[in-house]
């Protein structure tokens, strides 16, 4: 090795430590750096040649001495039932370990089905329990069974220790009960006797296949005129043409969230971590569109930029074509047919100002405006109680998605988004609501109790709205013209505009001026519903 001197080896500093004459500071800086330099490379040739020297003294010692080897770890074979420890008595009397073909699950809902779901309690118990009727389940355990994503739970499939695969039916009901009660997999095994990781393994599949076909099967968005048309039915009564439905989003908790993720996942609402979704419904409940996941501390105005729905509604992209017309008077008073093209949705005052987002005024002093905020916010309750739907039906909502990655706490939404749009479809709630109540019939004899928004339609809340701008100016048309006066008149159009309005080029302002006037034209004529649905049983 080298062996350093003494004294610094630059002249400048030999000079500078031996007091010679006079030095400059400059100069004694460069030395001194210069000096640093040149001890840094030679406290690295020290590095090397030790580490040289090291390396031929290991090679020399392995030649002369043999190492002994030592055998490598064998992987210890793993009993495939370790994991189930549960037993029961058979036929003979005696104790045995416990197979899935012996629960209870598998006694009452596939073996004697037959006797045990012909009464109409229990029925209604398995749907209690499982969220879906008995008879949809058993058609949607076969469709699992075709899916090549439970390829390895599919009959005759046996594991690498010949053990036969676990049955799908208890899988599938493990799954639902899961999803529907929040429970855990120990649970579900001790249900099921089939070990924990088979029912985590299968959740997955499930989830994954969950959010790819059955979502696609059951959630669509319109993307026709022809589409759109029944979505927009009840909109259409309640004075809202070309609404096609109501927006919101809302926060769902995950439990697994990594540290790195923690402070966007932390929003203002939940002190949890959470993931907000964005979802579009039909006043049917019905969901249209549901976006990814995204960190709960995004608002509604970023959020609502990955919609695609929303924003294809936004470039022209979706519903282009799709025409309705609104009331409109001139300056002489008449009432003229405007056509206007797109579509738009109901949304709260978070959104962007944008004319396809629609929200009720904040602060307002015609009557007329806050009557039409009023009743836009009793039709957008429509999304508030899908949400309320989704999280009561399906537990793991509201109590929070245990998930090892984010992207399964995704899955998990779309899957149950899936799954509440088919139960609509299989309960017939899905159908179009072709009775209503017009605004001035909500006190006849055959209506008990008049719903909350026809009541404020006729008797507008003026001090919600009347905070910022004085009190509310009083609407002669509405004070002198009575209900029965309004039933005896007929609507009278005057005449129609050639022109077409695209509604995403108007400012939001503008086409919220022009829905405000039409409303106010239908309610002087009683032309205003509230859309009502037929009460149906629910299938069991």
Known sequence: MNQRSLYPCHPILQAYINGRGKINPNDLLVGLNQHRVVQQEEEDEDTEAYIKQRNLARKRYLDEVEVEKLPKKKRAKRNPNASTKLFVRGSDGKIRRGIPTDCLWWVNYVEFH??????????LKFRLRFRMPFDTWRDFVIDLKRHDNFRMWHDGNSSAWGVQSSPIELLSLGALRYLGRKCT??????????????????FEAFIKFGSTSLYEQYVRAPQTPAEAASHMHEMTIAGFPGAVGSGDATNIIIENCRYGLRQSHL???????????????????????STAGHPSRWN?????????????????????????????RDSSGRILVIKYKGAWILVDNGYLRWS??????????????????????????????TFGILKKRWTILSKGIQAKKIQNADMVWKTCCALHNMLLEIDGLDELWQDSVKCNDAEDNDIDEPCFALSRLNNPDVDEYNLARGRADNDSTDDEMNSQSRNEQELMIDGSSSIVTEVRKMPQEAFRQKLVEHFDILFEQNEISWPKRLRKPRKL
Not at 358 to 383: G, N, T, Y
């Open 114 to 123: 037959e006797d045990v779901m012909k009464h109409d309690l229990m029925r």
């Open 185 to 202: 997999f120990d649970d579900l095994a001790e249900n099921t006797f089939i070990s924990e990781r088979t029912h985590s393994r299968f």
């Open 267 to 289: 929003g203002a609402k939940l002190n949890k971590t959470a993931r907000t979704y964005n979802i579009v419904s039909n006043h049917r409940k019905r969901i249209l569109h």
């Open 300 to 328: 509604d105005k970023t959020v609502v930029l990955f919609d695609e729905f929303i924003m294809g509604l936004h470039n022209g992209e979706i519903l282009a074509d799709n025409s309705f017309e609104l009331f409109e």
């Open 356 to 385: 396809v987002t629609i929200p009720p005024f904040k602060h307002c002093s015609a009557k007329k405006m806050i009557r039409w905020s009023q009743w836009l916010e009793s039709m957008r309750k429509d999304v508030e109680c």
